[in-house]
């Protein structure tokens, strides 16, 4: 979909996004323990309780995975730039906190409603308008 669905042109992804995208693909279930967030609620576990039961295993995977990430002697960050590091980490994040079931359904309303009433189609090449672009903070607002 990406390469051969012109995904990438029908978004208006950046390298960024495109990146992003990948890494929070790769580390969406990192750590994981085999148990499910109702568990963890339900049995106040230490995961719960540092995330307060809301996306406790989502906030888990992007916790880790981040601290794992940008530990200095792995250097996944060098070469970046400040600003394009705090977008890339805001967007991975946003992107595994996205995997949380319990907020699918407004996930895929929220895209049904822009589809629906914003004329989207892939014969317009318009994709792009489904992220909002007024500034970094609307994105990936599932945070």
Request: hydrophobic share 40%; aromatic share 6%; net charge negative.
């Amino acid at each position: 979909m990406i390469k051969d669905g012109n995904l990438r042109e029908i978004a208006d992804l950046s390298y960024l996004d495109m990146v992003s995208a990948v890494i929070a693909s790769a580390c969406h279930d990192f750590g994981h323990d085999g148990f499910n967030n109702a568990y963890h609620v339900n049995f106040m576990t230490d995961r719960a309780l540092r995330y307060h039961d809301k996306a406790v295993q989502e906030n888990w995977h992007a916790a880790e995975s981040m601290r794992i990430m940008l530990a200095p002697e792995n250097n996944f960050a060098e070469g970046l730039e400040q600003g394009d590091l705090k977008v890339l980490r805001k967007r991975i994040i946003g992107m595994i906190l996205a995997t949380d079931m319990a907020e699918h359904m407004s996930h895929v309303n929220l895209i049904d409603y822009k589809v629906k009433h914003k004329g989207i189609t892939c014969e317009q090449n318009n994709g792009k308008i489904i992220i909002d672009t007024e500034g970094e903070n609307e994105k990936f607002t599932s945070q």
